[in-house]
């Protein structure tokens, strides 16, 4: 479990329960007519990697459309029967790819259904549904408070912008520990005045110099990472003689370790140079499979 809050909503009179669904067990839910429908509230906008069904015995849809919700809470249709790979015509799973818009609900439009064998006339049967994807949450500040090096620098992630950190080294190298792995939007240069110099900001995942983002040099008030992941941020200054800072703000989301161990990890990182395409690997969950309120367990 992610500990996402999905909601699930089904055509009324429909076999089963909404538990059954996401549940991860081989119990099923069942539909009794040749058309159906449910929907998945995600609980935030998520970006959706892959959605798997597992259909019970012959009683799958042959045909079927996925629409997404997007930013204004309008559906878009985003796969159907035509994209899916079908691994087998009893007890098989239709995987889809995922799609790059932002995503909050998921709704499945069922038809031309394939009524059972054992005399349940269930046209369809699910076993399990599976989103996957990355959660999308607010953006805050995650740096502050966090040690950095060298060891003058923690004023520059305290949170406090009545203080001036000031450096006399050309260059000037610092580096702020996130503590846990994180997505990071962008980095922001409070200066004490004028922009001094020039900067390059870096993205690390771990203590192994695993570089997921770096930025090209230039002078930068704010610079954006893109969603790079990391656990670390490395700020090079130089060209100025002296640098005077009020605060560094990483701006992004952070992750805890029970958070990414119970993330399904598809993939192990690989050092690629987009922190995006490593994210996918490394923060994939199963976002629906979540805790449910009682209404829907």
């Keep these: 479990s992610s500990g996402i809050n999905a909601e699930w909503s089904l055509r009324p009179g429909e076999q089963g329960s909404k538990g059954k669904l996401n549940d991860g067990s081989s119990s099923e839910w ?63 799973f239709s995987i889809l790819s995922g799609w790059e818009m932002k995503t909050r609900k998921i709704k499945f439009n069922l038809r031309d259904g394939i009524k059972d064998p054992w005399g349940y006339n269930a046209y369809f049967g699910i076993r399990d549904v599976t989103v996957n994807g990355i959660l999308g949450r607010p953006l805050s500040v995650i740096s502050r408070d966090k040690p950095t090096e060298p060891a003058t620098a923690s004023q520059l992630v ?41 900067q390059s900001v870096s993205c690390e995942l771990g203590g192994s110099g695993n570089v ?40 992004g989301t952070s992750f805890g370790a029970k958070e990414v161990l119970k993330g399904k990890i598809e993939e192990k990182f690989e050092g690629t140079a987009q922190g995006k395409a490593t994210v996918r690997g490394i923060l994939t969950y199963n976002i629906n499979r979540a805790q449910c309120s009682q209404d829907f367990c």
Excluded: C
Excluded at 42 to 68: C, H, N, P, Y
Excluded at 180 to 198: C, E, H, M, P
Excluded at 224 to 248: C, H, N, P, T, Y
């Design 158 to 198: 305290d949170g406090d912008m009545s203080r001036v950190w000031s450096s006399q080294n050309d260059p000037t190298n610092v580096a702020i520990d996130l503590k846990k792995l994180s997505l990071v939007d962008t980095v922001r240069f409070n200066w004490a005045g004028a922009i001094q110099g020039r």
């Design 212 to 251: 997921t983002m770096a930025t090209k040099e230039a002078s930068y008030k704010e610079v954006s990472l893109d969603g790079a992941v990391g656990s670390k941020i490395g700020v090079k200054m130089k060209g100025s003689g002296q640098f005077q800072l009020k605060e560094i703000e990483v701006v």
């Design 30 to 92: 069942i539909v009794k007519d040749p058309t159906a429908w449910f929907e998945i509230d995600l609980g935030a906008e998520s970006d959706i990697t892959q959605v798997k069904i597992q259909w019970w015995g012959q009683s799958r849809a042959r045909s079927f459309d996925v629409l997404a919700t997007d930013q204004n809470n309008h559906y878009t249709k985003v796969r159907t029967e035509k994209d899916q790979k079908l691994t087998s015509t009893f007890n098989g």
